[in-house]
């Protein structure tokens, strides 16, 4: 058995028996009813190797894990005219924040936290339907995945339309500061949407190779567009917990409410993990936990 597959065996085996699991999302109510008690691990390296260990053929909702792929297709059809709507930096503060888009005039920070994913989702929508763009989406997914089987659940996104009242607030607030280009409820039907596609952590690990710039691997964005990617994984794909992420894992990462998280260990290996309890900045606890043993096992870091 390979050392890989030693390290995620190893590593499922001390998350089944792990206390602490973190809170289940429950402001999504169609998320507060997943179980808790299940991991799961995948990696995809760069020369096609894939290794699993746990439920890693169950699939869950990806939620912000999305926001890595809208960024791609929106840099790879907009360019850098994107980042006139949206910033590069951390935001310190919880994904869903009123309170900074207020003080900073309708700019978001950056585009992993939600009001900058919605512009992102905003910028998307230019000249589609929202059903056209989701289909869009739902084949870079397919394609980067190579799995034709990946869909959206229509109950979550369901769920959170009609429960995601911090998320219209944000978007009535970039349409006050005119960066909203579609109506509210048009930018967040397609963003709830977005987030509720549902995937397996072997399908997200394998649709992360796009973002290991190796040779031979599918090509969908520029690679200094990736690395771009990449940079912004590591300084704001965990909210307020990322400079955290970043310290313990040493990779660029990206979570999700499901508790799904995309990690990569550049040219080398992308990871897809996969517990629904998280932690109090909204990031999968064990997750976490099991990215950073796997780190340091492979001895995996963006920092040599
Ligand atoms: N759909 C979720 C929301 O907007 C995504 C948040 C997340 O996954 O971090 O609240």
Not at 118 to 134: C, N, Q, Y
Request: glycine share 10%; proline share 5%.
């Amino acid at each position: 058995m390979s050392q890989l597959q030693a390290s995620l065996d190893r590593i499922a085996a001390e998350m089944a028996a792990a206390p602490r699991r973190g809170r289940v999302a429950d402001y999504i109510p169609e998320l507060a009813c997943v179980d808790p008690g299940q991991f799961a691990i995948a990696v995809c390296l760069a020369d096609g190797t894939e290794c699993v260990a746990g439920d890693a053929d169950t699939a869950f909702s990806i939620q912000s894990v999305s926001k890595v792929f809208t960024l791609a297709m929106a840099l790879g059809r907009l360019g850098d005219q994107l980042w006139a709507r949206v910033g590069r930096e951390p935001s310190g503060l919880a994904f869903n924040s009123i309170l900074q888009l207020e003080h900073e005039r309708g700019i978001p920070r950056n585009p992993f936290i939600n009001a900058g994913a919605i512009v992102v989702t905003d910028a998307l929508l230019s000249g589609h339907a929202p059903r056209e763009m989701l289909g869009d989406y739902l084949r870079f997914l397919r394609l980067a995945a190579d799995d034709e089987a990946i869909h959206i659940n229509e109950a979550v996104a369901r769920s959170e339309t009609e429960t995601g009242h911090r998320n219209f607030a944000l978007a009535h607030e970039l349409a006050a500061h005119r960066n909203l280009d579609h109506p509210p409820e048009h930018a967040l039907g397609a963003y709830f949407h977005q987030c509720a596609a549902e995937m397996t952590c072997r399908q997200l690990a394998r649709a992360g190779r796009f973002l290991l710039n190796a040779p031979g691997l599918p090509r969908l964005l520029s690679p200094a567009r990736v690395r771009r990617i990449n940079a912004l994984m590591m300084t704001c794909g965990h909210y307020d917990g990322s400079g955290d992420f970043a310290f313990r894992v040493g990779l660029p990462g990206k979570s999700g409410v499901g508790g799904g998280i995309i990690a990569i260990a550049p040219a080398r290996a992308a990871i897809a993990v996969w517990s629904p309890g998280l932690n109090p900045q909204g990031n999968s606890q064990l997750g976490t936990l099991a990215i950073e043993k796997l780190a340091r096992a492979m001895r995996w870091s963006a920092f040599g």
